[in-house]
């Protein structure tokens, strides 16, 4: 009975651009000040306002189309999108309806069959809402709402996916390769708790013998969900809930739901079929909007290096791929890992030292290495270190931690230690000689055939030398020295 | 002749040159306003101490010199109350906005000022510019001076009134569908509804923002110039503000005959009351007397025009009045809940045609109705432009009536909306098209002015205040009623 | 077009007006007169006509990023008719709000 259904996953993504200024005035954009303190005439919806477009909001947009492989439409519009809320001001929100920035993108994802581009329908801007605070628990016992302004009006970009989507994880998938592809480009803050990242999905499911229309399948959208993994939950729920209902011969109604983080379920909110009339119209207050070439060009070569081309670099410099996957889906922590190989060279050290010791303080702590403990300058220090064999792994290991508590470098945490690897020759050499010496049995065991034998004699030189004898070179020399014993 | 008689230019005049103080021609103005304003009702907020405030700073603290810079120095000015000020109530007209105090000046209202101009006060209008009557306005009817049982044609009834009973020389109207140039007509004043884009919209209440203008009413041609000189500038605020030429500060002379004009047979056909219609021949056989050479045009799709303007501005209306909701500003009108605070608020603070015209926006903008009504307007609206355009080719300007009858009897058209909407038959095209228009006074039939209307190619407002100021010189010098005030 | 009393209660609901049945009924007849007067545009075969959406010949216009000092809160709420902690009040929301 479950494979009766294919499921159908569309998923709308909202991203807050970080531009200095809201989309259609001069008021800060920015997040978490006092209420209404970011407010003019304009985004306040007073009588004989007029909206003037933010030109950098555009160019952000432009390059998030750009990096998803959209079309930029060299001329779009702005209209209309009508309802009363206390939180839209003019009770209509300028978005782009039937003419958006951009068209026909996609995201890669990577699935068990391989790789598979899920389509982008549309990119397009609009401004943002702003935010109301509920006096009661919940929205239906609230005895009334706060409404601060300080949010509407900030720019936005709605990135609306084709419905080729089929199961949660593949959703989780295209957020993840969205998000890591935005980041690149530095135009948002990407937080979903903070909302500067927002996800609705349309789920539905689709008869196997059903041959219309997907627009004419039933098709529950899940609003606003606060993280990828209650996407991924939502998702999930909704499969299963619309499974029985089809199953118990029940109907599945249009409707948007809401997520209930507790439970894991979603909730019914709204029916969609007495859904809002919108009544879109294009908004006589701004001319269209056309994009020359040499403008588009500009944008273009704006772009950093993107993730797929990471990836390829990332190969061709031995990095396996999973480390190499590790280090493009955080964006901070490519960079950090560019500088230091910049200064170290040797890729494959670097991504080790990077994903293992450094990773693990630096998650133990909470940090991000948006600010790294360490600067790239000093694991490319200490990492110098262990090429040039004056640390061993596990020496530079301590030191790391060290110059992670207390900031040093890593050649001033040496020096205070006095740790440092004896490479020299002879001086090692001196010190083997003694312990064969001293161990007249061992060396007999050892000439006998047990290998084991020198393990015991490398652990007593290092013994002696308080572990800073280079092992490799322990091992030769003692060999060197048993060799006359034979 | 005192110095309500002037108009603005030479009132600026005389206070650059000294001869008259600002104040005393603020007090002059305030004084008429007394005394006609309770009968007119021309004025819904006059504020006599900031006006006098100003005068008396400008004479106490200005230098000649800096006086000689001010275009409009001591020139008493009324605005229509759809333009916003921080210092006067601003309501449109609506019971909706009662009280509501505007946290910034519109721009005009600052170029205005910068220029030296005195504002007294606020005028009354249709409400939300609704109208040509001025009779739909929450806060009672302005009269016409030349007959107070008649209207003074609106939107902009209250400038046109104030102009015409001299209570200021120089007013701001805005016109959407011919609500600077109908209520000019009325009242036998000058009006220009300049091209869409060259006066600034920051600070004007939007009724439909594709069509709505500021413009100028006076009594005199180069009083529109001077004022147009001064007011339409580009302006950042506005993203539809156009970047042009400045308009000249005053007309330059032109000899009629130079010009090639055009009179389009739909605007001389049936319906335009014979009294009308004899001063207007009049007019015109003094332009041939002149030796202009009137060429017969046709503006074929003239017939659809109030068709496509009453879909186009109350679709726009309807989306740009959603704002009253009785959350951030203006009337709230309590309600158990968000929905019905709402729908009482809005229920209480639009009057009747405000009402009717939202609904007809929103029903042409809903769905399943968009392409056949909206859509299908703005379509229209490109034959109706290119009609102009083909027009244009042809001729330099365009002369018709303002207006096909005469003032009509306060309440004489309160039952038949779609009577009142064909009152503005010869105006809305220059809206549709975004053309400069410009009704000029021609004389009086039974005590009652008649207007008539240039309309030139966009930006061509020189050209249309110069042929409007060597008609104004060919004709005798227009009356101006209440002379005696009111008895 | 035959406009009915139904689908002007739905109208004025969209445009949230609580019209009363007297308004109702004179408003479906004057809106009535209207359409059919509009409907006088249908003489014209428009399919070949591209729209007006603006008059003029301008594209593009945008500014600077470019911050400018905001309103203080308590002059962004002063003309609010009811006003908490520098926001404003609405009375409760029922059903989602939007509907
Ligand atoms: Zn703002």
Redesign the interface.
């Known amino acids: 009975m479950t494979n009766q259904y294919e499921v159908v996953i569309g998923l709308e993504v909202h991203v807050e651009l970080k531009t200095q200024t809201k989309l259609f005035c001069g008021c800060a954009n920015g997040f978490g000040q006092d209420p209404n303190s970011q407010t003019c ?1 304009v985004c ?10 933010n030109g950098e909001a555009v160019a952000l947009a432009t390059r998030a189309a750009l990096a998803l492989h959209c079309t930029v439409n060299s001329y779009s519009k702005f209209d ?1 999108k ?1 309802y ?1 809320y ?1 939180d839209l ?4 929100q300028i978005s782009q309806y039937d003419q958006p920035l951009a068209e026909n993108g996609h995201v890669t994802i990577h699935t068990a069959a391989g790789k598979r581009n899920i389509g982008i329908e549309r990119i397009h801007m609009e401004e943002d809402a702003g935010k109301l605070n509920h006096l009661g628990q919940r929205l239906g016992d609230a005895e009334g709402s706060l ?1 601060d302004l300080n949010r509407a009006g900030v720019p936005l970009i709605e990135i609306v996916s084709r419905p080729e989507m089929h199961s949660p994880e593949e959703a989780r998938q295209y957020l993840v390769e969205l998000r890591t592809i935005l980041s690149y480009l530095d135009i948002s803050d990407l937080r979903m708790e903070e909302g500067s990242m927002r996800c609705d999905a349309n789920v539905s499911l689709r008869p196997l013998d059903f041959t219309g229309s997907l627009a004419d399948l039933p098709r529950v959208e899940i609003k606003n969900v606060n993280s990828f993994r209650n996407v991924q939950r939502g998702i999930e729920f909704e499969i299963n809930r619309q499974r029985q209902m089809l199953q118990t011969g029940q109907r599945i109604i249009k409707e948007t739901r809401g997520f209930d983080d507790a439970s894991g379920s979603t909730y019914s909110q709204r029916s969609k079929e007495e859904a809002n ?1 919108y ?3 294009p908004e ?4 269209p909007l056309v994009l020359t070439e040499k403008w588009l060009k500009e944008q273009r070569e704006a772009l950093p290096q993107l993730p797929d081309e990471l990836r390829q670099s990332l190969a061709e410099r031995g990095v396996a791929e999973r480390d190499a996957e590790v280090l493009v889906q955080d964006v901070n922590l490519y960079h950090y890992w560019s500088q230091v190989v910049a200064l170290v060279s040797d890729a494959r050290l670097v991504t080790n030292w990077l994903l293992s010791d450094y990773s693990r303080l630096m998650n133990a702590n909470n940090l991000s290495f948006a600010e790294p403990k360490v600067s790239a300058h000093g694991l490319a220090s200490l990492l110098s270190l262990i090429t040039a064999g004056t640390l061993s792994g596990k020496m530079a290991k301590e030191v790391l931690e060290t110059m992670f508590d207390t900031g040093e470098t890593a050649e001033a945490v040496v020096k205070r230690l006095g740790l440092s690897q004896i490479t020299d020759h002879n001086a090692i050499k001196e010190i083997v000689s003694a312990v064969v010496a001293a161990n007249p049995a061992v060396v007999q065991d050892f000439v006998s055939g047990k290998e084991k034998a020198l393990t015991f004699l490398v652990g007593q030189v290092m013994k002696q030398t308080k572990g800073q004898a280079k092992p490799d070179l322990v091992n030769a020399l003692l060999r060197e020295v048993l060799a006359t014993y034979a | 002749m005192g110095t309500i008689d002037w108009d603005a230019v030479q009132t600026a005049d005389q206070v650059q040159r000294g001869e008259i103080s600002a104040a005393e021609c603020v007090e002059a103005a305030l004084s008429r306003i007394d005394n006609t304003n309770p009968t007119v009702h021309a004025f819904l907020h006059v504020d006599a101490d900031r006006a006098l405030a100003r005068a008396r700073f400008m004479d106490h603290n200005l230098t000649r010199e800096t006086k000689a810079n001010l275009p409009l120095a001591g020139v008493p000015v009324a605005i229509k109350d ?3 000020t921080t210092d006067m109530p ?1 309501t ?1 007209g609506s019971k909706i ?1 009662e ?6 000046n ?1 721009t005009v209202v600052e170029l205005l000022e910068q220029a030296g101009a005195i504002i007294v006060g606020k005028t009354n209008m249709d409400e939300f510019a609704m109208g040509s009557s001025t009779e739909h306005s929450a806060y009672g009817v302005t009269r016409n001076p030349w007959d107070l049982t008649r209207v003074p044609g609106g939107s902009s009834g209250g400038s046109a009134a104030a102009v015409a009973a001299r209570m200021v020389p120089l007013a701001l109207g805005s016109d959407t569908g011919g609500s600077i140039r109908l209520p000019a007509s009325y009242c036998g004043v000058f009006g220009i509804k300049p091209t ?2 060259r006066v600034s ?6 009724y ?3 069509l709505d203008q500021i413009g100028p009413l006076a009594r005199s041609v180069r009083d529109l110039s001077r004022t147009l000189h001064l007011i339409a500038r580009h302006d ?5 503000s ?1 970047d042009a030429n400045t308009i000249l500060e005053a007309p330059i002379p032109t000899a009629l005959q130079s010009l090639r004009i055009g009179l389009p047979e739909e605007y001389f056909g049936e319906g335009i009351d014979v009294r009308v219609r004899t001063v207007i021949e009049k007019t015109l056989d003094r332009l041939r007397e002149s030796g202009v050479d009137l060429i017969p045009i046709s503006l074929p ?1 003239t ?2 025009a ?3 303007y ?2 186009i501005a109350p ?2 209306a ?2 740009n009045l ?2 009253y ?8 009108v ?11 608020t ?2 209480e603070g ?1 009057g ?1 045609e405000v ?2 015209r ?3 926006g ?2 042409a ?3 399943g109705y ?1 392409d ?12 109706i ?1 290119q009609d102009f355009d083909n027009a244009f080719e042809k001729v330099d300007l365009i002369v018709t009536p303002t207006v096909a009858d005469l003032p009509f009897k306060l309440g004489e058209r309160d039952l038949d ?2 009577q009142m ?1 064909l009152t503005d038959i010869f105006t809305v095209t220059t809206n ?3 053309l400069p228009g410009l009704s000029q006074p021609i004389g009086l039939v039974d005590g009652l002015p008649v207007g008539l209307q240039w309309m030139g190619p ?1 930006l061509a407002e020189d050209r249309v205040l110069s042929a409007a100021s060597a008609l104004e010189a060919i004709l005798p010098s227009p009356e101006w009623p209440l002379s005696g005030g009111i008895q | ?1 035959n ?1 009915t009393e139904k ?2 209660r ?3 609901r ?6 009363s049945s007297v ?1 109702l009924s004179e ?1 479906t007849q ?2 009535g ?3 059919d ?2 409907d ?5 075969d ?1 399919d070949a ?8 010949a ?1 594209e593009t ?1 945008w ?1 600077q990023d470019r911050v400018v000092p905001s ?1 203080s809160p308590e ?8 006003v908490s902690s520098q926001m ?1 009040v ?6 989602g ?1 939007e509907g």
């Open positions: 005439p306040l919806g007073m009588p004989g306002v007029l909206p003037v477009l209309r009508q009363f206390p001001p003019k009770a209509y409404v009339d009544r879109y119209f006589p207050d701004l001319p | 759809n333009m916003v601003t449109a906005l009280g509501f105090r505007s946290p910034y519109a869409y884009g919209r920051y600070g004007l209440i939007a439909a923002s594709s950042a605020k506005d993203a539809t156009l799709h017939r659809y109030i068709a496509t009453y879909l679709a726009e309807s989306s959603s704002r909701d009785g959350v951030r500003y203006g009337l709230r309590v309600g158990d809940d968000l929905i019905h605070m709402y729908q009482n809005r229920q639009f009747p009402k009717r939202i609904l007809l929103t029903h903008l809903s769905a968009y056949a009504y909206y859509l299908k307007a703005q379509k229209v609206r490109t034959l432009r909306p779609l909407y549709l098209a975004g966009p | 077009m406009l689908e002007v739905h109208v004025a969209l445009a949230r007006l609580a019209i308004e408003a004057a809106l007169r209207v359409l007067y509009i006088l545009l249908n003489e014209l428009t006509v591209p729209p007006t959406t603006h008059v003029e301008i216009v500014r309103l002059e962004a709420t002063a003309n609010g008719p009811q404003f609405v009375p409760k929301i029922l059903d709000g």
